[in-house]
Structures are given as structure tokens and as C-alpha cells.
């Protein structure tokens, strides 16, 4: 069993950035970030494979976000700059543990989930 632990949430204003952080209790093959909005579906952002040699956003946040991880913390990053109101939503960090092939942007693709964390872009 993996946990996950996401930081870095909170509210900034249109234009600003903020940086997510989530750590895992385990190692992990592939860790994405998805995001659900008030009355809306989780929806994928970004994903990235162990090694780094795969990384997925969606059109939403190219350009605009930035996923990485340093594997030796087990931890993986979203950098959010240019934020839009529309970003607004509560981020939740995903873990597969096994090695896998695709593009992980699907929930299905996922084994652990972590809690959340509130970002909240202000116009």
C-alpha cells in the first residue's frame, strides 16, 4: 500500500503561479495529477513514468504547467504558472505501482490516490 501526501495548494491571483508537491510512502512507476472542479468529473493534467521519458498534459496546461519527480524522494512536482480562474479545483495526486506502457491519463490507470489540495484562482 502506497500513500500520498499532496502540499503546496492555496490561492493566487490570475496570472500568478503555484508549485504542488507530492510525496509518496512507497516507490511508484508512474504519478499523474488530475483535477476535479465543483460539479465537474476528475479530469487528467499531467503524468510522468519513472524514468522521466514520458510526460502527458492536457491541452489545457501546455505551456502552463510543468510536471517532474526526484525519485530518490519519491516525489513528484506540478509547476502551475499562468494560472486562469478555470484552473480553479481541488488537485489530487495519482500513483500506479507497477510498470506500465501508455499514456497514464486515464483514472483507470491508477492504483493509489492521495486527498487533495485546493487551488483557487482568483480573477
Known amino acids: 500500500q502506497v500513500q500520498l501526501v499532496e502540499s503546496g495548494g492555496g490561492l493566487v491571483q490570475a496570472g500568478g503561479s503555484l508549485s504542488l508537491s507530492c510525496a509518496a510512502s512507497?516507490?511508484?512507476?508512474?504519478m499523474g495529477w488530475f483535477r476535479q472542479a465543483p460539479g465537474k468529473e476528475r479530469e487528467f493534467v499531467a503524468a510522468?513514468?519513472?524514468?522521466?521519458?514520458?510526460?502527458n498534459y492536457a491541452d489545457s496546461v501546455k505551456g502552463r504547467f510543468t510536471i517532474s519527480r526526484d525519485n530518490t524522494k519519491n516525489t513528484v512536482y506540478l509547476q502551475m504558472n499562468s494560472l486562469k480562474p478555470e484552473d480553479t479545483a481541488v488537485y489530487y495526486c495519482?500513483?500506479?505501482?507497477?510498470?506500465?506502457?501508455?499514456?497514464?491519463?486515464?483514472?483507470?490507470?491508477?492504483?493509489?490516490w492521495g486527498q487533495g489540495t485546493q487551488v483557487t484562482v482568483s480573477s
Open positions: 510522468i513514468n519513472w524514468p522521466g521519458t514520458i510526460r
Open positions: 512507497g516507490r511508484t512507476y508512474a
Open positions: 495519482a500513483a500506479k505501482a507497477t510498470v506500465s506502457f501508455g499514456t497514464f491519463a486515464l483514472l483507470s490507470d491508477y492504483d493509489y
